[in-house]
């Protein structure tokens, strides 16, 4: 069951920027990935789903329930943390957990216990009677996260939460959203820290162009970008002679080889272990096996490769 849809999102702006075919798909309970470069249309795809910018066509459910023009009340549902916070420099930290808190309609005895709880979660309790224009960049994404959580929404949406947050700060960040997550709640999240996501995210969309170009569960689309049973080899020595005998070992196939580094890249078809084999192999060509590792990809190598297959196909 999804908590977010977005189905064939347009919105063209009249200077020809905008959205023009995004679709988005959240699961209930999972935190997911929402990838594009700068202008892809991200920000202006969560204002729809906001409420606060109007679409051309397509169609938004939250929930369950389908946006429409004035039903404030599926917004309710929702906690928002845009990318470039405007928080009063003159409120304390409570202060502006308060003011948001009868903004989205809570009672004040609710109000009091929640902004307890929220600045401990946060780390922020020593925090909560200072000024916030005092408070440091990471304090700030800390409080305005704190905001979006006023009233126990069960989705949230994050827009570039961790911007400009130095390494602590971020996986400090990072740690809060794990905790908040086994809470079953659904966090959308927009970041460039694309090494930050691959670790806390299980699902991911990539947007280029105002279009959706691709889609799915995080493992998955890391395992297809690689190939599963992907192994880099090294050896002391790497001839014709010894290429020509790993050729011949059943289930292996060779993907690349790198003479220089003395490497291959091989796919293991086989549900032996073929490592004895290959060792063997080397070892009666006078050489040694020096490395057998799993290969892996990053999100990033996947979302940069993308980006320009995508480019290169529109030439």
């Known amino acids: 069951m999804n908590d977010l849809s977005v189905i064939e999102l347009k919105k063209i702006y009249k200077n020809g920027s905008g959205i023009n075919n995004v679709n988005l798909?959240?699961?209930k309970g999972e935190i997911h990935a929402f990838l594009g470069e700068n202008g892809a249309g991200k920000s202006t795809t969560m204002k729809c789903i906001?409420?606060?910018e109007g679409y051309d066509s397509g169609k938004i459910e939250i929930l369950g329930n389908e946006l429409k023009i004035g039903n404030s009340s599926i917004r309710g549902e929702i906690g928002y943390s845009p990318e470039l916070p405007a928080l009063p420099k003159q409120f304390t930290g409570k202060e502006c957990l308060e003011t948001y808190g009868y903004m989205r309609g809570l009672r004040r005895n609710d109000i009091k216990k929640?902004?307890?709880?929220?600045?401990?979660?946060?780390?922020?309790?020593?925090?909560?009677?200072?000024?916030?224009?005092?408070?440091?960049?990471?304090?700030?994404?800390?409080l305005d996260f704190a905001i979006a959580m006023l009233g126990d929404p069960e989705l949230l949406i994050l827009d570039e939460p961790t911007a400009g947050l130095d390494p602590v700060s971020a996986n400090s960040f990072r740690?809060?959203?794990?905790?908040?997550?086994?809470?079953?709640?659904?966090?959308?999240?927009?970041?460039?820290?694309?090494s930050d996501v691959e670790k806390i995210c299980s699902g991911v969309t990539i947007i280029h162009k105002?279009?959706?170009?691709?889609?799915?569960?995080m493992d998955d689309i890391l395992k297809k970008n690689i190939g599963e049973n992907t192994f880099k080899v090294e050896f002391t020595v790497l001839n014709k002679s010894l290429l020509d005998r790993i050729k011949k070992l059943e289930g292996i196939d060779i993907?690349?080889?790198?003479?220089?580094?003395?490497?291959?890249?091989?796919?293991?078809?086989?549900?032996?272990d073929i490592r004895p084999n290959i060792a063997r192999a080397a070892t009666e060509e006078n050489a040694l096996m020096l490395s057998f590792n799993e290969?892996?990809?990053?999100?990033?190598?996947?979302?940069?490769?993308?980006?320009?297959?995508?480019?290169?196909?529109?030439?």
């Open 255 to 272: 993907i690349s080889k790198n003479n220089l580094g003395n490497t291959l890249m091989i796919q293991n078809h086989s549900k032996e």
């Open 50 to 52: 906001m409420g606060m």
């Open 25 to 27: 798909n959240v699961k």
């Open 295 to 315: 290969e892996t990809t990053s999100l990033e190598n996947v979302f940069i490769n993308l980006l320009k297959e995508y480019d290169k196909n529109e030439e």
């Open 114 to 142: 929640e902004i307890r709880g929220l600045l401990e979660l946060t780390d922020l309790e020593n925090a909560g009677d200072k000024k916030v224009g005092n408070y440091s960049r990471g304090m700030l994404a800390k």
């Open 175 to 194: 740690e809060i959203l794990k905790e908040i997550s086994k809470s079953k709640r659904t966090i959308l999240l927009s970041s460039h820290q694309l």
């Open 210 to 217: 105002g279009k959706t170009i691709l889609e799915g569960n």
